[in-house]
């Protein structure tokens, strides 16, 4: 177990529709981001947040939105959904101040149908 | 920004014979560089890291070795075991306090033949 907790685990919706991604980062970590994972595909960026600013942004779309609230848990709001918005979407959190692993969630599988 | 690339794509070995994979990045002020094991479905987890002061790091079977000079980093797997097969990712970032976003390589699917 990680420690950052990611929920919910699967979501299914139809296209058009808004969803909305929650994470949990491990006590202590103060920095979530963002990872967005295509089937068989690799991890791509989209956004960063430490303390509840925005730090870094990926390939982040218009549609998707994210914030770090004031106990450090995110969400990641994504609208206007489409098929290719399908794939597993993980959060992952790490201590600010040295480079340090990114530890992941066990992602949600978001399905557009 | 930084960009890591990834080589082989797909890589099959025998069991018991070693794997290589292997890595480039383009920022020399990278500094540390994780490497992440994921089987299918599942959460990437972190199998090992190195930073930039060391040149080599071994954790029983599994080792990884920095050319800064070259900026290119490698992962070794001596000894492979069915267990062994995933989907292998290199990674790369830089000390910059609240800003440690890595940057992935494109990932390795290891497959061990039994």
Known sequence: DSGVTQTPKHLITATGQ?????????????????????????????????????RAKGNILERFSAQQFPDLHSELNLSSLELGDSALYFCASSVAGTPSPLHFGNGTRLTVT | GENVEQHPSTLSVQEGDSAVIKCTYSDSASNYFPWYKQELGKRPQLIIDIRSNVGEKKDQRIAVTLNKTAK???????????????????????????????????????????
């Open chain 1, 18 to 54: 808004r969803v909305t991604l929650r994470c949990s980062p491990r006590s202590g970590d103060l920095s979530v981001y963002w990872y967005q994972q295509s089937l068989d595909q690799g991890l791509q960026f989209l956004i960063q947040y430490y303390n509840g600013e925005e």
């Open chain 2, 72 to 114: 290119h980093f490698s992962l070794h797997i001596t000894e492979t075991q069915p267990e062994d097969s995933a989907v292998y990712f290199c990674a790369a970032t830089k000390s910059n306090f609240g800003n440690e976003k890595l940057t992935f390589g494109t990932g390795t699917r290891l497959t061990i033949i039994p």
